[in-house]
């Protein structure tokens, strides 16, 4: 059945308090007020939330220091996008899609800022001549893979994770929507897996370290907690290679940073983990 809504001629916001995000939900963009961004002694400044796109990016950080890039050290500073901080000025000149992750990169003159977590690994994938195939088809692949996360999951995060756990009201409508696009995306995710070690092929890249976060916190019941829902246990490729990247130490550590809880709210030196992992990793 359809609802009694019926759109006006010209929509008019009307603020509400109908979910968590109600808050900071305006038509517009750009910065609400003034704020500085702090600014630490390495290279590349990042300024994010543990969220799965935030992981993305401290994940490829993690992986890229463990691999022996040492121009890969980073500041990471919190941005509580529940208290609006993505709204500030100084994060705004860095990302005026307000956002989180944002990256500067202050290695070169004039620094670079960096938005999209797809774009920010693709730039330090490039920056650092890893995790990305130099081959032409296996670079295609890896690109295709990549660009195909940030595509597909705004359909599973601002669809399906929207309307199955945020919304206050469960309608049927969009969560049959979004549970058959969701379900379709790990099926071919799970059939990916099937034929490659790694989603993009036999060797770990950005294609996985984009979309591990979403795709593996969704079948192990960490994202939306829809295990069940989505019957997860049955994309077991999906699963197979679940585990086999949260046992690497890199995405053990990056998932850990800029953690409002349970983790560290910043990280500016390896030694920052002492003591806070592994005992607080999964
Ligand atoms: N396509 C963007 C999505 C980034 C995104 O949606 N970030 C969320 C947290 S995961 C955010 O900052 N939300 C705050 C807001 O919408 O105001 C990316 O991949 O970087």
Redesign the pocket.
């Known amino acids: 059945m359809s609802s009694a809504y019926v759109p006006p001629k010209v929509w008019r916001w009307e603020p509400k308090e109908d979910n968590k995000?109600a808050n900071?939900?305006r038509p517009t963009a750009g910065a609400r007020f003034e704020q500085e961004l702090p600014v630490g002694q390495h290279p590349l400044q990042l300024y994010s939330?543990a969220?799965?796109?935030?992981q993305k990016v401290t994940i490829l950080l993690e992986e890229l220091l463990a691999a022996g890039h040492a121009g890969a050290e980073y500041d990471a500073w919190l941005i509580d996008?529940g208290e609006g901080a993505?709204f500030g000025s100084g994060f705004v000149a860095i990302n005026p899609?307000?956002?989180?992750?944002a990256l500067l990169d202050r290695s070169v003159q004039p620094a670079i800022p960096v938005?999209?977590?797809?774009a920010i690994l693709l730039h330090l994938a490039e920056k650092f001549g890893a995790f990305i195939p130099t081959a032409p088809a296996a670079r295609a692949a890896c690109l295709s893979w990549l660009f195909w996360q940030?595509g597909a999951t705004p359909y599973l995060?601002g669809g399906f994770g929207h309307f199955y756990a945020y919304a206050n009201d469960k309608q049927q409508y969009p969560i049959d929507r979004f549970t058959m696009e969701v379900k379709r995306q790990l099926d071919l995710l799970d059939r990916q897996l099937a034929e490659h070690e790694y989603v993009a092929g036999s060797d770990y890249s950005i294609a996985d370290t984009a979309i591990w976060p979403w795709y593996g916190a969704l079948v192990v019941g960490e994202a939306y907690n829809a295990a069940e829902f989505l019957e997860a246990a049955s994309y077991k490729n999906v699963l197979r290679w679940q585990q086999q990247i949260a046992a690497r130490p890199a995405v053990q550590r990056g998932r850990l940073v800029n953690r409002r809880n349970g983790g560290l709210r910043e990280r500016h030196a390896a030694s920052d983990f002492d003591g806070v992992w592994p005992k607080a990793a999964p």
């Not at 969220?51 to 935030?54: A, D, I, Q, R, V």
């Not at 899609?97 to 992750?101: A, L, Q, R, T, V």
């Not at 938005?115 to 797809?118: M, T, V």
Request: charged share 10%.
């Open positions: 995000f900071i939900n939330l969220t799965p796109n935030g996008i993505q899609n307000s956002k989180i992750p938005f999209e977590s797809g940030m995060g």
